[in-house]
């Protein structure tokens, strides 16, 4: 099994064909079940691809709160009624270039071989979920590509390709924002290879700090990917709609504790230690105090996985990683179990059932993170003391 996991022709042919399986699987279920395999999301895009295929707004569709970017992409789900699916073929095939990206980075950063980072890109490839996700027609597997392909040029060094992808990733979906500063923090002189620089604790004035922290590669990240968010905000200006925020001062402070640790603290601690699992910390955080939880945000941070597990405490602890691994299924389960008798039966499941799961499935993701942080900077300790 293991060699069968590290030849890329199996890998890649297994995806898509585990792809194609559950897409014609999809087909039958809609075509026959009460339950629908396609996901609601996906008739809102395609109803916004509609307008936009007569000559209307895409947000003139309720509900749509996305990129026009979006619903031009799926432009040919209004042509024909066997078009229909274009958008969720669209999506598979950005879990198999994501998971091409993630070989990529595997081996130019991690220095692995082709074979070992076949071997860990499977765990995105071959997972159910992530398959079952984008075939039921979820935009997740290209925003995957965008993140996977940020990342590889900001360990390339490409910083204008970092800057425009970076924007571009923001545009497509908001939350892409916490991994600026993680890059602009890794961003330091050692890691872009001036080695005649300073330390940026080397200065002995705040102006001579500062002036050692504005790096070349800082500024150029940041104007490229402000740039690129801008002019794609302004482009589609015409799409745009009038919004009201309601948040509540509640909802703002819940917010909180999610923006200080996904956008502040774990970037800041562990960046410069280990740049795609702080990526993976980053994102688990921002998921997992979310006010808002669907199956779809999980794929968010699962991309990064093959980053982290390689020489984590997970797979050299079997027994943390398998009771970690159990308690976020088992959690899980408990957790959709209450919000399909609450959505698909109508069962009024609120109290104790919804919440009560809710709260577990909360804590065992606190517990996670809390492993995956300290794993991140006991390896980057080890690795500063070698």
């Not at 692995?112 to 027609?137: C, D, H, K």
């Not at 774990?266 to 795609?276: E, N, S, T, V, Y």
């Not at 919804?354 to 517990?367: I, M, Q």
Request: glycine share 6%; with cysteine; hydrophobic share 50%.
């Amino acid at each position: 099994m293991s060699t069968l996991l590290s030849d890329w022709r199996v890998v890649f042919s297994s995806a898509i064909f585990l792809r194609v399986g559950m897409f014609y699987y999809g087909l039958y279920q809609d075509a026959h079940s009460p339950m629908k395999y396609t996901d609601i999301d996906y008739y809102v895009f395609t109803d916004a691809a509609r307008f936009i295929a007569h000559g209307r707004s895409p947000y003139a569709r309720d509900t749509y709160r996305y990129t026009p970017l979006l619903a031009w992409l799926l432009l040919p789900t209004a042509w024909q009624s066997w078009w229909f699916s274009f958008g969720k073929v669209v999506f598979a095939a950005g879990d198999i270039v994501a998971g091409w990206l993630i070989v990529l980075v595997l081996r130019s950063s991690a220095g692995m071989t082709t074979e070992r980072a076949v071997r860990f890109a499977s765990i995105w490839l071959l997972n159910p979920m992530v398959a079952t996700i984008s075939t039921r027609g979820s935009s997740e597997g290209l925003l995957g590509v965008m993140v996977i392909a940020l990342l590889w040029a900001v360990t390339q060094k490409k910083i204008v390709l970092a800057g425009v992808l970076l924007g571009l990733a923001v545009h497509f979906k908001i939350y892409p924002f916490i991994y600026a500063p993680a890059i602009i923090w890794w961003l330091d002189d050692e890691h872009i290879g001036n080695k005649g620089s300073h330390k940026e604790d080397g200065g002995d004035t705040l102006p001579q700090r500062l002036i050692i922290f504005f790096n070349s590669a800082r500024i150029t990240l940041a104007v490229t990917a402000l740039s690129a968010f801008i002019l794609l905000n302004l482009s589609m200006y015409t799409f745009s709609s009038p919004s009201v925020a309601t948040e509540s001062r509640l909802e703002s402070i819940a917010f909180f504790p999610q923006l200080f640790l996904s956008a502040f603290a774990i970037p800041l601690a562990l960046a410069k230690r280990d740049l795609p699992s702080t990526m993976l910390a980053q994102t688990f955080a921002f998921v997992t105090f979310n006010k808002v939880c669907t199956s779809q945000y999980f794929l968010w941070y699962m991309v990064f996985l093959p980053f982290y597990l390689p020489k984590s405490l997970l797979l050299e602890k079997p027994s943390l990683g398998g009771l970690a691994g159990a308690y976020w299924i088992l959690t899980q389960a408990a957790w959709l179990q209450q919000g399909y008798e609450l959505e698909f039966l109508g069962n009024s499941t609120f109290i104790p059932g919804l919440w009560v799961s809710s709260l577990l499935f909360f804590l065992v993701n606190v517990w996670i993170l809390g492993i995956v942080v300290s794993d991140v900077a006991s390896k980057g300790d080890e690795k500063v003391s070698s």
